[in-house]
């Protein structure tokens, strides 16, 4: 009999959340498809990394499917990358995952990865026309994860911030993507701006001053925004 109470009572706890991630559940867009490659090797051997990947993204970039395949170096961090791609659908990443560029990489890396690559796959939330990036631009590149319940709250103050960013000096491109079906409260921001100068003005204008201030209370993890440069 007591554990019947208590699994009543934890349903009951879990009630709320379980209403807010229904609530808060987004269609998946056959479309456009953008994945995050997090990479992270020993210092010693960032330059054998930087070798690596970067033949990976000359090749993927000759791929079926393949719209925009770009590779991006922490910095700061020169053992850190982002691989960043835009596939025409799910399938055409799905199909990219048995390739043999793929399968290259993941056996180059393990003698020099500090874990497995993370890969992330979005779809588009608000987004600026995909283009190559410039060289020398200011790249940065945010992870957002709230609690569940506030989905529909931080879709709102990225809609708002997109539109207001969107009209900043010096911006570049500014993705907003939406990390689903999987995590449909995480969020990623790709940025590019024509300097640091140019992003720093960004990061203290009002609208981002106001989102910062509004999202903290419904963070679930720390506010996570670096900075990257393109590797050619």
Same mark, same amino acid.
């Given at each position: 009999?007591?554990?019947? *109470?208590?699994?009543?009572?934890?349903?009951?706890?879990?009630?709320?959340?379980?209403?807010?991630?229904?609530?808060?559940? $987004?269609?998946?867009?056959?479309?456009?498809?953008?994945?995050?490659?997090?990479?992270?090797? $020993?210092?010693?051997?960032?330059?054998?990394?930087?070798?690596?990947?970067?033949? !990976?993204?000359?090749?993927?970039?000759?791929?079926?499917?393949?719209?925009?395949?770009?590779? !991006?170096?922490?910095?700061?961090?020169?053992?850190?990358?982002?691989?960043?791609?835009?596939?025409?659908?799910?399938?055409?990443?799905?199909?990219?995952?048995?390739?043999?560029?793929?399968?290259?990489?993941? @056996?180059?890396?393990?003698?020099?990865?500090?874990? %497995?690559?993370?890969?992330?796959?979005?779809?588009?939330?608000?987004?600026? %026309?995909?283009?190559?990036?410039?060289?020398?631009?200011?790249?940065?590149?945010?992870? $957002?994860?709230?609690?569940?319940?506030?989905?529909?709250?931080?879709?709102?103050?990225?809609?708002?911030?997109?539109?207001?960013?969107?009209?900043?000096?010096?911006? *570049?491109? !500014?993705?907003?993507?939406?990390?689903?079906?999987?995590?449909?409260?995480?969020?990623?921001?790709?940025?590019?701006?024509?300097? @640091?100068?140019?992003?720093?003005?960004?990061?203290?204008?009002?609208?981002?001053?106001?989102?910062?201030?509004?999202?903290?209370?419904?963070?679930?993890?720390?506010?996570? @925004?670096?900075? !990257?440069?393109?590797?050619?």
């Amino acid at each position: 009999m007591k554990w019947r *109470v208590a699994a009543i009572a934890l349903g009951l706890l879990t009630l709320p959340y379980a209403a807010g991630a229904q609530q808060n559940q $987004v269609p998946v867009i056959d479309g456009p498809t953008y994945v995050m490659t997090y990479v992270e090797v $020993v210092p010693s051997a960032a330059a054998q990394a930087v070798t690596f990947l970067k033949n !990976y993204r000359d090749a993927a970039r000759h791929e079926p499917g393949a719209m925009q395949v770009d590779l !991006y170096e922490e910095q700061g961090q020169a053992h850190r990358f982002v691989v960043g791609e835009i596939w025409q659908n799910r399938t055409a990443v799905k199909t990219h995952e048995m390739s043999a560029a793929s399968t290259e990489l993941t @056996q180059q890396l393990k003698s020099i990865e500090l874990g %497995p690559p993370d890969i992330r796959i979005h779809q588009a939330h608000s987004v600026t %026309p995909p283009k190559a990036p410039n060289p020398g631009d200011t790249i940065i590149i945010s992870h $957002v994860d709230v609690f569940g319940g506030n989905t529909g709250k931080l879709i709102a103050l990225l809609n708002t911030l997109g539109e207001a960013s969107r009209k900043d000096s010096g911006m *570049v491109q !500014y993705d907003i993507l939406d990390e689903v079906p999987a995590h449909t409260n995480h969020f990623r921001m790709l940025e590019e701006w024509a300097s @640091q100068a140019a992003w720093e003005a960004h990061d203290r204008a009002p609208h981002t001053q106001a989102y910062r201030a509004a999202l903290m209370p419904m963070l679930g993890t720390p506010y996570d @925004q670096r900075l !990257y440069r393109v590797v050619n």
